[in-house]
């Protein structure tokens, strides 16, 4: 069974610009993830989307959005990029637990760099 | 609302006992806890509701006490497989439509033979 999935490996952009991260859950989880993990601050919540509608969002200004995709594939943008965005940014997915957030199989992570 | 996770990092030799812990400023509905090899991506460990329950896996157990809105990971018997670094993740209530999962800043384990 294939994993969770994200795309790029590594994004390298210039202040301001915009960044476009995508994520492929495991196939019949429909709950997925944004997580920023910076140096020294672990994982810091972004983003929580099932069955196609943001559940919740982490204390992150609005230029960090995202959606999901009616194949619950999911993607994260970040406008107006700062050098503070520099971090690795981790999906995870989930099957559907209600309203309560189940076990969570995180991808590898895309390494996003501003320069 | 970050969970606060002690200590930051420890180094166990082979064999020996660690014991990490989660604390909370909020009410929490539950506890997940996480181990991140470096370079590699988190994989779950286990999921502790309220009610003080306890759970183990191999020689990682885990206790929850609600009431002091506190977790406790349990390393006995260390193996060199077990260094890493261990993330809790605390679930609060956020509002009538769901649920918030925070993680604290993980604290850095290094077994050594």
């Known amino acids: 069974e294939a994993g969770v999935t994200q795309s790029p490996t590594h994004l390298i952009k210039t202040r301001g610009q915009q960044a476009t991260l995508r994520c492929s859950p495991i196939?019949?989880?429909?709950?997925v993830y944004w997580y920023q993990q910076a140096l020294g601050l672990g994982l810091q919540f972004l983003l929580w989307y099932d069955e196609g509608e943001e559940r919740n969002r982490g204390n992150f200004p609005p230029r960090f959005s995202g959606r999901q995709f009616p194949n619950y594939s999911s993607e994260l943008n970040v406008n107006a990029l700062e050098l503070e965005d520099s971090a690795l940014y981790l999906c995870a997915s989930s099957l559907r637990t209600g309203n309560k957030i189940g076990e969570q199989f995180f991808g590898p992570g895309t390494r996003l760099t501003v320069l | 609302q970050q969970p606060v996770q002690s200590p930051q990092a420890v180094i166990l030799r082979e064999g020996e006992d660690a014991v990490i812990n989660c604390s909370s400023s909020?009410?929490?509905?539950?506890v997940h806890w996480y181990r991140q090899k470096h370079g590699e991506a988190p994989i779950f460990l286990m999921i502790?509701?309220?009610?003080?329950e306890q759970k183990g896996h191999d020689k990682i157990s885990a206790s929850f006490n609600e009431k002091k809105q506190q977790s406790s990971l349990y390393l006995t018997a260390s193996q060199l497989s077990y260094s890493g670094t261990y993330f809790c993740g605390t679930e609060t209530t956020y509002s009538n439509s769901g649920y918030a999962l925070n993680f604290g800043k993980g604290t850095s384990l290094l077994v050594t033979p």
């Open positions: 196939s019949g989880h429909t709950s």
């Open positions: 909020k009410a929490l509905y539950s």
């Open positions: 502790l509701l309220k009610g003080g």
